[in-house]
Structure formats: structure tokens, C-alpha cells
Nanobody, 126 residues
């Protein structure tokens, strides 16, 4: 079974940047589609970005397009989320997730993901 561990969260001022990492252990990530989700207090968990197993396809929520970039390094068994131009409304716990299907389209709903990390907090001050 794959275990996912996120890191890289923290407190940052609006306009700043962070790079979140999701490192997998237990199995190679090369056969897994990957995604980042976030959950703010009192809100449902929402899709942020995803990438297929091959890395050929990516998808982003409209609210983060142009600011967030998802990437993967299968050799390092790690997926990244580069977050630029942070806004206070980006404040949330960010979760990494995986699904083991060789799809050509990115999954964008929580129910399509099988494995979840514990989350990393991102707080953006205004």
C-alpha cells in the first residue's frame, strides 16, 4: 500500500510562494494518478490540481489556474505543488491523494481517489 506524506506548508504573506511536496513510500508512484485537494475550516474538501500517471495531463481548479503548478518526479516518488501569488483565500489544509488507474484524464473528485495523506497547513496572511 502506498503511504503519502505532505510537507512544505507554512505561514506566508499574500503574494508569496510555497512548494508543497508529497512523498510516497511503500510502492512506486509511477502507476498512480495524483491530486492535490484543500479544505478550509467549515468548507468541503475541494480539488485543486491533478496529474495523470504519465504526467502528460494536468488539471486545475479555476480558482488556481495560472498560479498553481502540479508536477511529478517518479524517480523520487514525489509529487509537487508550486503555489505562487498566494491569497488569503488559499488558506487551508492541503492534501495529497492518489488513485491507481492508468487514465488519460485527471480525476477531480474526492471519491475517485483511494489514498490520502495527512495534510499540510497553508496559511496566507493579508
Amino acid at each position: 500500500q502506498v503511504r503519502l506524506v505532505e510537507s512544505g506548508g507554512g505561514l506566508v504573506q499574500a503574494g508569496g510562494s510555497l512548494r508543497l511536496s508529497c512523498e510516497a513510500s511503500g510502492r512506486a508512484l509511477s502507476n498512480y494518478g495524483m491530486g492535490w485537494f484543500r479544505q478550509a475550516p467549515g468548507k468541503e474538501r475541494e480539488f485543486v490540481a491533478g496529474i495523470t500517471w504519465s504526467g502528460f495531463s494536468t488539471s486545475y481548479a479555476d480558482s488556481v489556474k495560472g498560479r498553481f503548478t502540479i508536477s511529478r518526479d517518479n524517480a523520487k516518488n514525489t509529487v509537487y505543488l508550486q503555489i505562487n501569488s498566494l491569497r488569503p483565500e488559499d488558506t487551508a489544509v492541503y492534501y495529497c491523494a492518489a488513485y491507481r488507474r492508468l487514465t488519460i484524464m485527471v480525476h477531480t473528485t474526492t471519491r475517485e481517489y483511494d489514498i490520502w495523506g495527512q495534510g499540510t497547513q497553508v496559511t496566507v496572511s493579508s
